[in-house]
């Protein structure tokens, strides 16, 4: 069907959402079924239809334009809106469906996770690609925007319209190297807090919930640094005397490494664990899918969350 206002055939957002995407004119041509001649004059329209070069030639690549990159999530968001208008009420074909889908989640969260579901697409859905993106150290409106289709972790979205469902809560744990000194005896909150300490924070932070558990007792910490990301922490941690913080969902990963993980003697928060979307894909039952295998990731009980342990504090 071509739906066309003031000359300009709509169809072309289709197109402009996967050449941006793959930003290769013969990578976005198999994506579409088309011969790349075909896509390189569709490419022509749409330069045509924004006024704006849409791709350019840098060395060997292609690489959008300022003006492309403007506008990419609201062409991804019109494109899915129509996506779900049209698809509402059926049920998806997954054998058939060929669908990119990029998700926001920590690190951490890929480490433990990610295999399981692509395991589970390459099953049951070989013609959808999964994306992960990193969190970023600014927040930026990702669901609404289009930049992300879901987001799991502890989500602090401030866009009041962004559908949020918990899926189970975690609770912290120290972890340091085997042999470390701090194992020698009770861990007790005053030893504790006067061994030195490592953070991992997206946005660098120092304190957490940790410090104001400590406080409550007339404690205070050392932290002598953060990394961004909670894998790297634990390679810190295995050749250092600090101590960091984790979650049970990753004791895994500590535990491959040769860290060693201990019940921490404070009261402390649990972490929410959740999953975030844009109601644009309420109706989309491709998403809905995708959610569905995200609830199934996360075993439900008092241990389950994320392993950002940082992120639950004061304000970032």
Not at 14 to 19: G, K, P, R, T, Y
Not at 53 to 72: E, N
Not at 162 to 178: F, T
Not at 308 to 314: I, K
Request: charged content about 25%; hydrophobic content about 45%; overall charge neutral.
């Amino acid at each position: 069907m071509r739906v066309t206002q003031s000359g300009l055939d709509l169809n072309l957002l289709v197109a402009l959402d996967v050449l941006l995407e793959e930003a290769s004119v013969s990578r976005a041509a198999a994506r579409m079924h088309l011969s790349e001649p075909a896509m390189s004059r569709t490419l022509g329209r749409i330069r045509k239809a924004l006024g704006d070069p849409v791709l350019v030639r840098a060395g060997r690549v292609m690489v959008p334009t300022p003006h492309a990159l403007a506008v990419q999530g609201e062409v991804r968001a019109v494109v899915d809106r129509a996506r779900a208008l049209f698809l509402t009420g059926t049920e998806v074909d997954l054998p058939t469906l060929t669908r990119t889908f990029t998700v926001l989640a920590n690190d951490a969260f890929t480490a433990v996770y990610a295999a399981t579901l692509f395991n589970r697409v390459t099953r049951e859905a070989p013609g959808v690609r999964l994306r992960f993106l990193s969190e970023s150290h600014v927040d930026v409106p990702a669901l609404r925007e289009g930049v992300a289709d879901l987001e799991l972790g502890v989500v602090d979205t401030r866009s009041p319209e962004v559908r949020v469902e918990h899926l189970a809560d975690e609770r912290m744990l120290g972890v340091v190297r085997h042999g470390h000194p701090l194992l020698r005896g009770r861990i007790t909150a005053r030893r504790f807090a006067a061994a030195e300490h490592l953070t991992a924070s997206r946005r660098g932070r120092l304190e957490g919930p940790v410090d104001t558990a400590l406080a409550e007792q007339g404690l205070s910490r050392r932290v002598v640094g953060s990394v961004g990301t909670f894998p790297a922490s634990l390679f810190v941690l295995r050749e250092s005397d600090l101590v960091g913080l984790m979650t049970t969902q990753v004791e895994p990963l500590a535990a491959a490494l040769g860290l060693a993980a201990f019940e921490i003697p404070l009261a402390l928060p649990p972490l929410p664990f959740g999953m975030a979307w844009h109601p644009r894909h309420d109706a989309d039952p491709a998403h809905a899918w995708l959610r569905a295998c995200a609830r199934e990731l996360v075993p439900a009980g008092p241990e389950r969350s994320t392993a950002d342990p940082e992120r639950s504090g004061p304000a970032r």
